[in-house]
């Protein structure tokens, strides 16, 4: 071989193409410093300790002045909640520890995406788009079915009063129907990252997700349906900084920016919130009822979204008291297996359980608290499905599995950043109910899970090639 043929080999070899593996390269999508509450103990306590704080400043007579019900939260309860929500800090940290030199080992900075990866994703999201579209189009014929019109969606737009609760009783969820609703998310977060890694834009697919869950939100009065599909697509966009067209310069400690802004988020969030809250709240329950009562709106939302975190720390004591003593097995923590299509007609619930949980807990509420704030609290499931010790040893499992995540997203595993991209709706919803538990929950989190490893296998395959 000429002297000009070894010295064209070894540049080849260097670039990481040769001849024989020429083809488009891995993308790689750098990672963003200045987003520091996506690490999992921040979300949790930013939405717990709210509550917990209104819950415990807040009087016995305004409780039931504001909110119709009896104040069941003690200081001795505020202390369990904080002891819990401790256990939680303590497994992330863990889990932080025990990464923390093998992350920085191989921490690199950025995300990547090999071409098969980036196929992948686009396979998987446009898979799990058609399965949304078809779990929503059943939804609606089902409705049509039992005598949903045209005519009523339209007096929900006109803010027409009943309107919204005639139409939300004839879309009654349906076990393995509105279930397959649940991928909406996992598909916007797959069409985003490949959106990132290969320049090519999903526009129509995108805004048809969101446009679902804003009716879905609308009409159904399902805020969480919203929130279940930007809240992955604010987790990449936190997570991952703008891809650099120009040669990248090299790691500075200065930030840019985009971080700066990205790491004051959280001081916009309250305000967005109330802002969110508000916009539905007035078709939920002002226009029908509220506006009738007196009183301003503005001081009817600050009460009802005060209430909705207050009255959730107080069920949750309510729900440890009365229906604890109850269950046979856990139940609040793994709704989703319990929820399952199909369970029901395999297994006698109320016999294995000891309790109907739903009809139990509607009387509950109406004999001793209020039914119009019907939410469980997160903190406390573990409580009831395991006891005191149980929940203390849950909750740092529970922390050091998403510290673990937290920790492959920050190293740049694809998988990982998908999947906290979907628990991360689980930490900001933790004040009302335990959200991973939840049916609702369960196919986007196991579409999520097969996706990681998916993704992870075709990265070993494409390794083993080079």
Known sequence: MSEEGR?????EKRSGQ??????????RLPLRRGSWWLQPSWPVALSVLPGVLIATSVSDASFRIWWRTPKFVTGTMAVLLLTLLAAFVAGVLLASAGASS????????????SPGQQRLLLHAGRLLLVLTFAGYLAWLLIGV????QLAQLFAVTRLETGAIVEVKRLLTPVAGVTTQTQFGPMAAACLMLHQRATGKRHPVAITMLLLLATVRALVHAERLALLEVITPMIVLAAALAPTRRTRPRPSSPRRSSGDWKWAL????????LICVFAGFEYTRSWNDYYSRQGGSYQEFIVQRLGGYYATAVNNSILLRDHMAPHLELPYYTVKFLWEFPGVSL??????????????GWKATLLLHANPEFNS??????PVVD?????????????GYGLGRCYQALRAGHPGALLLYSVLFVGTVELARYFYWGQGRAFPGILAAVLLAWALHNVRDRAEKQL
Do not use: C
């Not at 992350?103 to 995406?113: A, S």
């Not at 469980?376 to 499931?381: D, I, K, N, S, T």
């Not at 395991?386 to 529970?398: E, N, P, Q, S, T």
């Open 102 to 113: 093998e992350t920085h080992k191989r921490h690199r900075g950025y995300v990547e995406l």
């Open 145 to 148: 079915l039992r005598g949903l």
């Open 376 to 381: 469980e609290g997160g903190m406390l499931a």
């Open 346 to 359: 395999l297994v006698d619930q109320p016999q294995l359980l000891g309790i109907e949980p739903r009809s």
């Open 18 to 27: 040769t001849n024989s593996t020429t083809g488009p390269r891995p993308t």
């Open 265 to 272: 988020a959280p001081l916009f969030a309250p305000l967005l």
């Open 7 to 11: 010295i064209t080999g070894t540049l």
């Open 386 to 398: 395991y006891g005191g010790f149980g929940a203390v040893v849950f909750w740092i499992v529970v």
